[in-house]
């Protein structure tokens, strides 16, 4: 079991640009967050998948942040246009249903400068 | 409202010595309560969950955990402290009807004096 995969490890970007972080869940995990970590505000959830459909994006900051799933294996979290306040580390998590304990990647850091 | 706290944001402790690291929950609901553990720059992971059944409930790496419901608490112990315990470690609290929204604690840190 490779856990759960993220690419990059680390994003470094200006501000404008878009940008796009993936993750491969645990095969079998029905479930995927995408998270959002932050030394101010600590791990915020931003997107909850189950079976491939999204069930809660209220975490979403706001209209610049986008995510899909568009298989069981795959799942993309896209911030477009980026800013400097996006600067964070962003964790998927998967696991085997809603309530069952999470599974984190190693996360992406994302700068924008 | 719900929320969890761990009153220690930081904790420093000799190797070899006692470990208890505090949470605190306010939670409308019956239960489930975890702690995982974030070493640098790596994701969380699991350290150990309670569900239901008995209080006292053992995880990976030596630990343990108590769930008091009279004090609504989740600490988290280890008799003897390794350098490689040296992590930030969440203690989190969601509802016992698979609801996926996890309450976050904000961490605490813990530092190992050699």
């Known amino acids: 079991d490779a856990g759960v995969i993220q690419s990059p490890r680390h994003e470094v970007t200006e501000m404008g640009q878009e940008v796009t972080l993936r993750c491969k869940p645990i095969?079998?995990?029905?479930?995927l967050f995408w998270y959002r970590q932050t030394m101010m505000r600590g791990l915020e959830l931003l997107i909850y998948?189950?079976?491939?459909?999204?069930?809660?994006d209220s975490g979403m900051p706001e209209d610049r942040f986008s995510a899909k799933m568009p298989n069981a294996s795959f799942s993309t979290l896209k911030i477009q246009p980026s800013e400097p306040r996006d600067s964070a580390v962003y964790f998927c998590?998967?696991?085997?249903?809603?309530?069952?304990?999470?599974?984190f990647g190693n996360g992406t850091r994302l700068t924008v400068t | 409202a719900q929320s969890v706290t761990q009153p220690d944001i930081h904790i420093t402790v000799s190797e070899g010595a006692s470990l208890e690291l505090r949470c605190n929950y306010s939670?409308?609901?019956?239960?489930?309560l975890f702690w995982y553990v974030q070493s640098p720059g790596q994701g969380l992971q699991l350290l150990l969950k309670?569900?239901?059944?008995d209080t006292l409930v053992q995880g990976i790496k030596g630990f343990e955990a108590e769930f008091k419901r009279s004090q609504s608490s989740f600490n988290l112990r280890k008799p003897s402290v390794h350098w490689s315990d040296a992590a930030e470690y969440f203690c989190a609290v969601g509802a016992a009807d698979s609801n996926y929204q996890l309450i976050w604690g904000a961490g605490t840190k813990l530092i190992i004096k050699p």
């Open positions: 095969s079998g995990h029905n479930s």
């Open positions: 939670y409308g609901a019956t239960p489930y």
């Open positions: 998590a998967s696991s085997r249903t809603g309530g069952s304990p999470l599974h």
């Open positions: 998948f189950n079976n491939n459909v999204p069930i809660d």
């Open positions: 309670y569900f239901s059944g």
